[in-house]
């Protein structure tokens, strides 16, 4: 199996920054894409930025220019440094793997989600 296991959420004030990593382990021969999703109360899920093996970066618009995704595949870490919050950025984050596990399974994994609060 694998878990992903993410951390550095919390509450900060409007245009304060935070850092979220995500930290993958268990049956993994590689990873493909790693990336952050985020829910809002009574929203749907919605994609935040992505990175695949090669470091090519994605984002969504809302968050272009205040977000910064990035990964280590030593650790198998994904990060994401935010900067310039708002309180429209409160949401808990979820942080997304694509998986090749070591059965040759290409899997998504997804971790249990760090809260993000954004108020003063």
């Known amino acids: 199996q694998v878990q992903l296991v993410e951390s550095g959420g919390g509450l900060v004030q409007p245009g304060g920054s935070l850092r979220l990593s995500c930290a993958a382990s268990?049956?993994?021969?590689?990873?493909?894409?790693m990336g952050w999703y985020r829910q809002a109360p009574g929203k749907e899920r919605e994609l935040v930025a992505t990175?695949?093996?090669?470091?090519?970066?994605n984002y969504a618009e809302s968050v272009k220019g205040r977000f910064t995704i990035s990964r280590d595949n030593a650790k198998i870490t994904v990060y994401l440094q935010m900067n310039s919050l708002k309180p429209e950025d409160t949401a808990v984050y979820y942080c997304?793997?694509?998986?090749?596990?070591?059965?040759?399974?290409?899997?998504?994994?997804w971790g249990k989600g760090t809260l993000v609060t954004v108020s003063s």
């Open positions: 997304n793997a694509n998986v090749v596990t070591r059965r040759n399974n290409v899997l998504g994994f």
């Open positions: 990175i695949i093996s090669d470091g090519i970066t």
């Open positions: 268990g049956s993994i021969l590689s990873v493909n894409t």
